[in-house]
């Protein structure tokens, strides 16, 4: 398995093109859910994805203060296999790389309500009242150090 960081000015094509493939095909057409993917945060975000076998398995972002939210955050996170701990991978090295390169000591999600258990198993803990977004019902969930 093969870990890859990169912020979005050092991604090629190639990898740009599969990452919001990706995306798509899980958020916009799994999730049967019309949004917009594409919001201008991913430009300030370091992008990580795990591969293995040269297959992108997972994958997230990790955006600075003040873009996607007013704390240091973590989104769009997707595992392509699910039930492998690739998910748990991601979200580890996510968490790692917003302390290491972006100095957070706090960390903000926007979770789907029924992943809950799943942030709370790497540090997170519910932070708001439940709420409706892009037709989902997402919780505010904060790791902090």
């Known amino acids: 398995m093969e870990l890859h960081r990169k912020r979005f000015r050092e991604l090629t094509l190639d990898e740009l093109y599969e990452l919001l493939r990706i995306r798509t095909e899980v958020f916009v057409v799994e999730q049967d859910c019309v949004y917009q993917d594409m919001d201008y945060d ?13 297959k992108v398995v997972a994958l997230c972002r990790v955006c ?12 769009r996170v997707i595992t392509t296999e699910r039930g492998k701990g690739y998910g748990k991978r991601i979200m580890r090295e996510g968490i790692r790389t917003a302390k290491e390169s972006l100095g957070a000591t706090r960390i903000d999600i926007e979770a789907q309500e029924y992943a809950k258990g799943f942030y709370e198993q790497v540090g997170f803990r519910q932070s708001s009242d439940p709420f409706m977004l892009d037709g989902i019902p997402h919780i505010r969930m904060t790791y902090q150090d």
Do not use: F, K, Y
């Open 42 to 54: 991913d430009q300030q975000s370091i992008h990580l994805w795990l591969t293995e076998g040269g």
């Open 64 to 75: 600075p203060a003040g873009t996607h939210m007013q704390e240091v955050s973590i989104g």
